[in-house]
């Protein structure tokens, strides 16, 4: 009988400077999941691996990526007919920040470019109520810090979409889709050196938007909470 494995979507690498110094988004969700090298499996859809069969999935995570939803690209797009399979399997999944929208664009929802531009650094994250018995957002903090980093966002979610979490700019930064599909704009598997790599990395984008990078460094600060988001999804999937 086949084992059953928690699969790592990659969708796209981290800037070289971040890969060289600090490794790349699978790394760092397979970390914060607290999983064992050997229950996870990490698919590269960018480079067209093929996507697992639906009864190998014991849990999945989408990765985030430079690349854009709307670009509607080949590997991106059989991404987004995989998922409804999952979600009606009621098969624990999750998506950060790109898997975060290509999730609810596969379930109904829009993507589009952020009205306000970038959102980048360590923010503040506000829960809503309607997370207080979500097995990933219950008993937290009403705010907490998070890390950031996109220029897209949900511009209309499915209608079977339920918002766990919110903030000034980003109204959709969590939500629950059934019983076993969240998604997360914000980058629970980011830490301290990450966030500042990737905010060095974007500073042209940054000028341009207005914003100040020196302070967007200077405001990057541990985020403990959104971590724990990860990794009690990772907790799910071993149950």
């Given at each position: 009988m086949e084992t059953k494995k928690l699969f790592i979507i ?134 907490f810090k998070a890390h950031v980093s996109h220029s897209q ?87």
């Amino acid at each position: 009988m086949e084992t059953k494995k928690l699969f790592i979507i990659k969708t796209g690498e981290a800037f070289p400077a971040v890969v060289d110094e600090l490794g790349d988004f699978e790394d760092w969700i397979a970390k914060g999941l607290g999983q064992g090298s050997d229950d996870v499996q990490v698919v590269n859809a960018e480079y067209q691996h093929p996507l697992p069969e639906i009864r190998a999935v014991k849990g999945a995570v989408i990765a985030g990526s430079h690349a854009m939803v709307t670009q509607n690209l080949d590997w991106s797009m059989k991404i987004e007919a995989w998922i409804p399979k999952l979600i009606q399997a009621e098969i624990p999944l999750l998506g950060i920040c790109y898997g975060h929208q290509i999730i609810a664009r596969a379930m109904g929802g829009k993507v589009d470019f952020h009205p306000k531009g970038i959102e980048i650094g360590t923010t503040d994250i506000e829960c809503l109520n309607s997370g207080d018995k979500d097995p990933l957002f219950q008993d937290l903090p009403r705010i907490f810090k998070a890390h950031v980093s996109h220029s897209q966002t949900i511009t209309k979610l499915p209608e079977s979409a339920v918002v766990m979490a919110k903030n000034i700019f980003e109204p959709h930064h969590a939500y629950r889709i059934g019983n076993a599909a969240w998604g997360v704009q914000f980058h629970p598997e980011y830490d301290i050196a990450i966030m500042k790599t990737d905010i060095k990395n974007m500073s042209q984008a940054i000028n341009t938007s207005g914003q100040d990078l020196a302070l967007l460094l200077d405001r990057v600060e541990d985020t403990p909470i959104a971590s724990m988001v990860l990794r009690r999804f990772g907790a799910l999937v071993s149950r």
